[in-house]
């Protein structure tokens, strides 16, 4: 009797989640659609699957933003930057903004996102080597002229404006980001970072090899840190390493958001991000939307002030005067998340199914920050054009 009351409750129980899930997929489908014109620039796209902005077309997918014509967004060609062709064969094209494009762009864009300029190097391209976020020769990347021009007519005509971590990195020329620092009001420390949950080499092949060879170097000791710890770079090669066992109270770096910011965009008070950051400095003297914090001790303040370092910079810079900027100080749009997720209505509900607890794990960061603050940044474009 009961092994046959079980076999008409899970039929039952199968049919129900399918039911809720074509329900989530037709309420998707029948939103109305919502124009908004973007223009998104990528200079970072070593693979095919275009992890550095899949996570903004995700959001724009998902809130059912279209082209003028009506169509979709398609991550792996709505954009300018990079495009991989053939990997395997090494080949790729480019898109880049020219003289003529400043104008059309930033009169039919709404919305300008740089995600990523920091560029493809020959290292990772044609020899699949682990140069992540070092500078060699590249075969294409770096904030150029016309992208410094189409940034100052979005501004000038009262635009939407993202712009992400690495914008003023040294692979673009000092001319360039002295002029966009004008522009844009905030100047690049000189400094990246990252959580790495484990410091040990032998135990965690994520960690890039030349981030040991440059404190190797620096030190003239061996590298030999176990724990977790978070790695500061310095443009001119200098490494600081704040190791979890000697050096913080909590290892992974917080984003610490201002009350106002966060209740207009549902954004946690906090919460942990393990992925790059750089440090910056707004010359605007206003006080940062969002920061990021290093929960240092007092061993660890000593080292950071030996450095001139603080452990409290801006994560989000927000300037809105008859522009909207935004400058996200890590790498926020850079996340392994699934499109196929973004067809289905009120999925955020049951977002805890997509992540895990772990530190490392920043799935966790695009369901409960990125979506939130995308979503609102571009609602109120949305209603500023309408």
């Not at 370092?309 to 300037?319: D, E, Q, Y």
Request: charged share 25%.
């Amino acid at each position: 009797m009961k092994n046959k009351k079980i076999a008409r409750i899970i039929p039952g129980f199968f049919i129900g989640v399918f039911l809720v899930i074509l329900g989530s997929f037709l309420i998707w489908f029948f939103k109305p659609k919502k124009e908004l014109e973007v223009f998104l620039l990528n200079k970072t796209v070593p693979t095919e699957e275009r992890i550095e902005h899949k996570s903004f077309y995700w959001v724009l997918n998902n809130n059912r933003y279209v082209k003028s014509n009506h169509e979709r967004y398609k991550f792996k060609k709505d954009y300018y930057g990079f495009f991989p062709i053939n990997p395997g064969d090494k080949q790729f094209d480019f898109k880049s903004v020219s003289n003529d494009d400043v104008e059309q762009i930033s009169d039919n864009a709404d919305i300008a996102y740089y995600a990523d300029t920091y560029g493809v190097y020959y290292s990772e391209w044609y020899q699949n080597s682990n140069s992540e976020m070092r500078g060699e020769e590249k075969v294409y990347g770096g904030l150029n002229r016309n992208d410094y021009l189409l940034l100052k007519a979005f501004m000038e005509k009262g635009k939407t404006i993202i712009t992400e971590f690495v914008l003023l990195n040294k692979t673009t020329s000092p001319l360039i980001r002295s002029n966009t620092e004008d522009l844009l009001q905030f100047t690049w420390e000189g400094w990246i970072g990252r959580y790495f949950h484990s410091l040990d080499v032998e135990q965690n092949p994520g960690l890039p090899g030349w981030i040991v060879d440059l404190y190797e170097e620096q030190k003239g000791a061996k590298w030999n840190f176990k724990h977790s710890g978070i790695v500061l770079i310095h443009r001119y090669g200098t490494v600081i390493v704040l190791d979890s066992s000697e050096h913080l109270t909590r290892d992974v770096p917080i984003i610490q958001t201002k009350r106002r910011f966060a209740e207009k965009y549902q954004l946690p008070l906090t919460l942990e991000y393990p992925y790059w950051f750089d440090i910056v400095k707004d010359n605007k003297q206003e006080e940062a939307v969002a920061n990021f914090e290093l929960s240092t001790n007092s061993k660890g303040d000593s080292l950071l002030t030996s450095y001139n370092v603080s452990s409290s910079f801006p994560a989000i810079i927000n300037h809105s005067d008859n522009y909207n900027l935004y400058y996200f100080a890590g790498d926020f749009c850079q996340n392994p998340i699934d499109m196929g997720t973004s067809y289905f209505s009120g999925i955020q509900l049951i977002d805890f199914l997509f992540y895990s607890e772990t530190k490392a794990d920043r799935t966790r960061f695009f369901w409960k920050y990125y979506i939130p603050l995308m979503k609102g940044i571009l609602e109120d474009t949305h209603t500023q054009i309408n």
